[in-house]
C-alpha cells in the first residue's frame, strides 16, 4: 500500500506541461499567409479508438471542415494530410502549447499554430444547410447567362456550382460542348480553329429553383450553346481509339462514397506534395464521372468506362503527368519532371491507376459518337 501511495503521489506531483506536451487533443489555431491573403486556420484534433484524428477549418474562407485522411505524432512531429489538397507538419513546443510547421499545397507556406482556450478560440462556422435539389423532372434552361472573354493572364480552367448558379472560367467552346455532350475534344469535328482557342468565363442562373444534377447541367449547357452560339450538329459513327478503364487482377481498392448519393460529385486536380507530381482528388463520383474528367482535362484521346461499376466513390490518386497531359490543365510553365526522372514522384496515370485504385487503363478501338459542326457563331451579346 505504501508503494502504490509512493507512485500516486509521484504522478499528482508530474508537472504539467510535461504532460499537456504528450496531449495534441484540442483546437489550434494560426493565420497562414496565402500570398496577399491571411487565412485563419483552426485544426481540430480529436482521438478515437486510439487513432488521432483531425479536421481543418479555413474560417475565413466560410468552407466546410475538410477531414484529414492521416494524423501522426512521432516524438514531437506531428503530420497532417488533407486528401490530396495539402499538408501540414510541425514540432510540438516543450511546454505542449505551440505547434511550429508548414502548410504544403503545392508551396509551402509558413503556419504556426497554438491552443485554443475558451477565451482565445476563434469561432469555427456553422456548416452550410444542404442545398435544395432541383426536381428530377425539371428540364431547366439558364433564365440569365454572361459570357465574357477570359482574363488572358489567368491560368488554368474550372467548372463549378455555386448555389444554384453554375460558372466556368477560362472554357473553350470546345471544353463547353464536351461537358454538355459528354465527349473528348476529338469527337468535335468540322468547326472553325477559334472554338479551341477563344476563352470564355460562363455565369448561368437556372429558370428552375435549387441546385441542378449533373444531368441538368448538361442540358442547360445544350440549351446555351445552342442559342448563345447558334451551335447546329450532326452525329456520326466513327471508330477511334479510346481509353477504357477496367477492374484490375488486385481488385478495386477504392471506398465507395458515404455522401449524399444525390449530391454533386467534385472532381479537381491540385499538387500532390513535396514530390511533385498532380493530385486527382474525387469526392461523390461514379468511374464514368471520372472518365470524362480525365478525357476533359488531361487524356489525348476519349476514355471510356467498362468497370460495369455504378456506385459512387471517393479518392485521392497522385501521378505524375506527362508534357502533353500537362498541357490540358491550361495552367502555363514548366512541365513537370517525368516520373522515371524523379525517384519521389508519383508514378504515371497508367501506373497510379492499377496501384493505387485497382483499376486497369488499356488503350483499345470502340465506335464512338462523332460531333460533326454545322453552324457555329461567336457568342451573342449578354
Do not use: C
Amino acid at each position: 500500500m505504501k508503494k502504490l501511495m509512493l507512485w500516486m503521489i509521484a504522478f499528482a506531483t508530474w508537472p504539467g506541461s510535461a504532460l499537456q506536451a504528450q496531449n495534441v487533443t484540442g483546437n489550434w489555431q494560426g493565420t497562414l499567409e496565402a500570398g496577399p491573403q491571411k487565412l485563419r486556420i483552426v485544426v481540430k484534433i480529436s482521438l478515437e479508438d486510439d487513432k488521432l484524428k483531425a479536421t481543418l477549418y479555413s474560417i475565413d474562407q466560410q468552407a466546410p471542415g475538410m477531414p484529414a485522411s492521416t494524423v501522426t505524432k512521432d516524438g514531437s512531429t506531428i503530420k497532417i494530410a488533407i486528401g490530396g489538397l495539402g499538408s501540414y507538419e510541425g514540432k510540438l513546443s516543450g511546454d505542449g502549447n505551440a505547434i511550429l510547421g508548414t502548410w504544403t499545397q503545392g508551396a509551402a507556406m509558413p503556419l504556426n499554430l497554438v491552443r485554443a482556450t475558451p477565451a482565445t478560440a476563434w469561432t469555427i462556422p456553422e456548416p452550410p444547410p444542404p442545398p435544395v435539389r432541383m426536381a428530377a423532372n425539371a428540364d431547366p434552361a439558364f433564365e440569365v447567362a454572361t459570357i465574357k472573354p477570359s482574363d488572358p493572364a489567368r491560368p488554368g480552367k474550372l467548372f463549378t456550382v455555386r448555389g444554384q448558379d453554375v460558372l466556368t472560367v477560362n472554357t473553350t467552346l470546345n471544353d463547353l460542348i464536351t461537358v454538355a455532350y459528354g465527349v473528348h475534344a476529338r469527337q468535335i469535328t468540322g468547326g472553325p480553329s477559334w472554338l479551341d482557342s477563344d476563352k470564355y468565363d460562363v455565369t448561368g442562373r437556372p429558370d428552375v429553383p435549387g441546385q441542378p444534377s449533373v444531368a441538368q447541367i448538361k442540358i442547360m449547357l445544350q440549351k446555351l450553346v445552342a442559342d448563345r452560339f447558334q451551335l447546329k450538329f450532326h452525329r456520326e459513327k466513327k471508330e477511334l481509339s479510346v481509353y477504357a478503364i477496367g477492374v484490375a487482377k488486385s481488385g478495386v481498392k477504392i471506398s465507395k462514397s458515404q455522401a449524399d448519393p444525390n449530391g454533386l460529385p467534385s472532381l479537381f486536380f491540385g499538387g500532390a506534395g513535396p514530390g511533385g507530381g498532380m493530385s486527382f482528388n474525387v469526392r461523390n463520383a461514379t468511374l464514368a464521372e471520372v472518365a470524362n474528367t480525365l478525357q476533359g482535362i488531361v487524356l489525348d484521346r476519349p476514355m471510356v468506362d467498362q468497370t460495369g461499376l455504378a456506385e459512387k466513390y471517393d479518392f485521392t490518386l497522385k501521378f505524375t503527368p506527362d508534357a502533353g497531359q500537362m498541357a490540358g490543365f491550361g495552367l502555363g510553365g514548366p512541365s513537370p519532371a517525368p516520373a522515371a526522372d524523379n525517384p519521389d514522384a508519383p508514378p504515371d496515370l497508367f501506373a497510379a491507376f492499377q496501384q493505387q485504385l485497382g483499376l486497369k487503363i488499356e488503350t483499345t478501338k470502340a465506335p464512338v459518337d462523332v460531333l460533326v459542326i454545322d453552324k457555329v457563331e461567336k457568342p451573342s451579346a449578354n
